[in-house]
Nanobody, 129 residues
Framework: QVQLVESGGGSVQVGGSLTLSCAGF????????MGWFHQAPGEREPVALI??????NYADSVKGRFTVFKDISEKILYLKMDNLKPEDTGLYHC????????????????????????WGQGTQVTVSS
């Protein structure tokens, strides 16, 4: 049974760093593609995803600043967030789906909330200047 629980959120100043964690994937951890969505007023968008083979994908807004990775032995998903900006403020949800990520053509970032069956409640990140 998948019950995702995030941790690691907090308040930081611009340029600071945080590392989010997500646990609760259950025994079928290796079968899932997973990642992180950023929710702010009026929007909820994927920022970092990692497929079942371990390949990571990022939204343009976080490339070079965020790193998504898995600890396979502990069955934990992480999001390392560096050089944080005020626009990174929001609720970060851990998400998962069985199997591969949907295919996006032409290098587009096509991922949607509906592509992920499993969601955590989120952990709040606040970046202040």
């Amino acid at each position: 049974q998948v019950q995702l629980v995030e941790s690691g959120g907090g308040s930081v100043q611009v340029g600071g760093s945080l590392t989010l964690s997500c646990a609760g994937f259950g025994s079928s951890y290796a079968r899932y593609s997973m990642g992180w969505f950023h929710q702010a007023p009026g929007e909820r968008e994927p920022v970092a995803l990692i497929d079942d083979s371990g390949r990571a994908n990022y939204a343009d807004s976080v490339k070079g600043r965020f790193t998504v990775f898995k600890d396979i032995s502990e069955k934990i998903l992480y999001l390392k967030m560096d050089n944080l900006k005020p626009e990174d403020t929001g609720l970060y949800h851990c998400v998962a789906r069985e199997g591969r990520l949907p295919r996006c053509y032409g290098g587009s970032w096509c991922y949607k909330s509906s592509h992920f069956a499993f969601w955590g409640q989120g952990t709040q990140v606040t970046v202040s200047s």
